[in-house]
């Protein structure tokens, strides 16, 4: 039997693909498990992984096999998206040079080393000079990625976290939020100061009785144990592969809000994972769609499903059976006051879904300009401050509470703040789309049961894969591309009503 | 700069190494952590990894830099040492035909699968057609080393476990045993006769108390948890890399036998690789020295030290604060006689130190019949049955108690067992040249304190890494080869006494 070309790029691409599950594998365990004498040879173990992976995806072989591969023709949708997939991934991996690739390296670790000793003195000057560094390395990497890829510089950047929009796609789309929120917002807080403040939970709420709920609640919300597991780290998120994911949390034994609303949200990223196409494992289209992509799954079960009236009020049943003590804090609407509190604050990760929109829209802003070159490092922090001001109308005390408060930036992460919010409005959009779909959706999410839900989602979205770029994929399960009247609309019910 | 030939082997064999670290620490994870639905990703895993490791050792370039450092002087001992050592790992990853490893691999996993049916079944004939084509394939590989590596052909099998001795040193060692087992264990068990059995203890003893103990003995023991985890596994091990040692066991409520004297165990083989020449990292020349001295620093903690009246008179101590409860259980004297019970028994795993050897010379027997052609696999039981009933005087009741016990032949591993008594032996030897040199020893040992007998070890073991072969490593540690007669007193002193 001859190998086609194709074939030959499938398995090529399925062993660059098991090298990225290892270190997927990897970075979880040195964030769930790794003693911190592990770290440096950890550092190294990902490193070298990461250069085979690379090493395979420039290959002159690859380069003959798309060549050849090109000129035949594809069996079906799925294979010419695949190829296409491979191409872009052969373009990103080829399109910058290599001493350019370890400069960035270089100067991205030893800046996110200074950032953590300049955020901890709230002290932006200390990290000015290797920023100023990062950008500039950065602004060489857009503009050698951009002709390449056929796209700005900018989006250059933003492609590599999520293809298929561009900051002309997103621009308007963040100015009609922030028309939005400037009316909407003094509104939801007038309403919010008219009634009670919520009752806090008061624990102690042992961790291990809210990781049984955590594990039971997301497990009921899908996510199949035999291929899963839920760990504990500082930072909460999820890893893994789609056969074997792992979500993590952290426990406060004073009020199960932030371990239970962020279990769920990881569980909307695994089940993204678990839900992607099987005949394409470790093919560039069956993968996940990028991290927009992602984070709107995430945000369609945390925010959109969980956090709503329907199932607050069966979630309120499960809480006081699990924890009993002072039932009013489990009411419904207690629950409701407690997760759905707006808030003008200076920290991005704290932030309610209706303010957090302006903490992107304020980094999408000045990160444009870093990469421009119209913005300069040292500029940033009034820039910051004055910006923030004039979305929500206020200022940090001080810049680790302002330019400060992020990693991104400083370990040269430019591009990726606007699928936050991408996400969050495409949840809405999703979520909408979903109930037009099934009229008993929130029937069934006021009994606690996210199947609806999940199964929509697992035909429209997870079940695709990387076949479509954000917009085309919003467009095929909503039938329009990103419009952010569903969120405006979902806020103003939520907010509003 | 120019580099030298020898300066790009050793990142070659970094390299290499940090990919086994990877390997490493996805083969604990499996064990420890992995859900079992990321069963078969995983094994893709390590399959990629293993193949890329493979891929640059037989490199060409591989070849032409070995052949123009060998012509160069060494700089030193250590250097002199790696660069034989690269050589030696070249020449057993050339030595066999691609087609035979691949063949091999199948073999293997399509044995192993059968036997775990077989011996549940205790239906040897299932598995024996399997079995016959792993022997063939065996045989094969044997015959393409030995040339390569100027070994006869059951030595080129045992070197890939534990290099620097072979059949014709172990053969007149194991003889020496038999005699003299054939004379103490009558003795023994006359003597363990004459006194009450022990009083056996009845938990229930909480996991997590068990899990804190074994944490604060293998810490005192000198195991750095910066740099360590424990966890639990179904089958005990240690494993992960020297500067982030992961060591696991498993834990019975009934009893804390089991997880202790197990956990000392792994603390000896994690101290060993905490212990190695961190300048020669990740080089051949820095690793652990085989698999039989391995063996030998878990048991020379384990056996040597933690069984032994002094540390058992302070550990009565330990016990008795954490567990309370009946205190005459943790008598000094009750603990020596219910871990140091000797009885003839047809499981390896379940012997106690002076029958255990009599398992390994019964398989060391059988297995170099099985190479050389002189015993066939249908033959296997009966042999097997006969040889276990010249040694010990007993027959197995079934065949999955007889040769289907062990999983090593069936998965392709010969020349494995032996290690186990040698192990054991070396522990002994070592122990003795330590007390000849630290004539305080025992009296540390007496107040829980093991770090003179580890500081020792790091001197005259540990540190020198994988420079000297088995024999040549006991010689410059104890001043003799390996010597079966520090074995045959140290169980003449406990068990005769």
Same mark, same amino acid.
């Given at each position: 039997m001859i190998e086609t070309a194709y074939q030959r790029l499938t398995s090529r691409f399925a062993r660059i693909a098991t090298i990225h599950e290892a270190s997927s594998m990897l970075g979880w365990d040195a964030a769930a498990?790794?003693?911190? #004498?592990g770290a440096a040879a950890r550092s190294d173990q990902l490193a070298v992984l990461a250069g085979l992976a690379h090493g395979l995806l420039i290959d002159p072989a690859t380069a003959d096999d798309l060549a050849q591969a090109e000129q035949a023709e594809a069996a079906d949708a799925w294979q010419a998206a695949n190829l296409r997939l491979m191409r872009h991934a052969h373009t990103r991996g080829t399109a910058l040079p290599a001493d350019l690739v370890e400069a960035q390296a270089r100067a991205n670790s030893s800046c996110e080393q200074v950032w953590r000793e300049a955020r901890r003195r709230a002290d932006f000057s200390l990290v000015a000079p290797h920023l100023t560094e990062v950008v500039r390395l950065v602004r060489e990497a857009a503009q050698a990625l951009a002709p390449a890829l056929g796209l700005s510089p900018y989006d250059a950047l933003m492609d590599g976290f %999520?293809? &298929?929009?561009g900051a002309a796609d997103v621009a308007p789309v963040f100015a009609d939020y922030e028309r939005f929120m400037r009316e909407a917002l003094p509104r939801a807080e007038e309403r919010q100061a008219r009634r009670p403040p919520p009752l806090r939970p008061k624990g102690v709420f042992a961790a291990a009785t809210q990781e049984a709920l955590c594990r039971k609640l997301s497990a009921r919300a899908g996510l199949d144990y035999e291929h899963a597991r839920l760990d504990r780290s500082i930072h909460p998120f999820c890893g893994g592969t789609p056969s074997d994911v792992r979500i993590t949390t952290r426990y406060d034994e004073a009020d199960f809000s932030q371990s239970l609303m962020g279990v769920m949200h990881e569980t909307g990223h695994a089940l993204y994972e678990r839900g992607l196409p099987a005949a394409f494992a470790r093919q560039p289209v069956g993968e996940a769609a990028g991290m927009a992509a992602h984070e709107s799954q995430s945000l369609i079960i945390?925010?959109?499903? *969980?956090?709503?009236d329907a199932f607050l009020g069966w979630l309120s049943r499960e809480l006081a059976e699990t924890?009993? #003590? +002072?039932?009013a804090v489990y009411a419904p609407d207690n629950l409701g006051r407690l997760w759905r509190h707006v808030e003008r604050g200076c920290i991005r990760v704290d932030a309610d879904e209706m303010t957090y929109p302006a903490h992107v829209i304020l980094r999408f802003g000045l990160e444009r300009a870093l990469v421009a070159g119209e913005l300069s490092v040292e500029d940033l922090p009034g820039a910051w401050n004055e910006g923030l001001h004039g979305l929500l109308g206020i200022t940090p005390p001080d810049d680790a509470r302002? *330019?400060? %408060? +992020?990693i991104h930036w400083y370990d040269? &992460?430019?591009?990726?703040?606007?699928s936050y919010t991408l996400g969050a409005m495409a949840a809405a959009q999703l979520m909408a789309a979903a109930r037009r779909a099934l009229p008993r959706l929130d029937a069934a999410i006021a009994n606690g049961d996210l199947s609806p839900l999940v199964g929509w989602l697992r035909a @429209?979205?997870?079940?695709?894969? @990387?076949?479509? &770029?954000f917009n085309d994929l919003l467009r095929a399960a909503? &039938?329009?591309?990103? +419009?952010p009247r569903d969120f405006e609309a979902h806020l103003t019910t939520r907010y509003l009503a």
């Open positions: 498990m790794m003693p911190p #004498g %999520q293809r &298929g929009i945390e925010m959109q499903a *969980c956090r709503s924890f009993g #003590g +002072d039932e302002g *330019c400060l %408060q +992020d040269g &992460g430019f591009g990726y703040f606007p @429209n979205v997870h079940g695709l894969g @990387n076949r479509l &770029g909503t &039938g329009k591309p990103l +419009d």
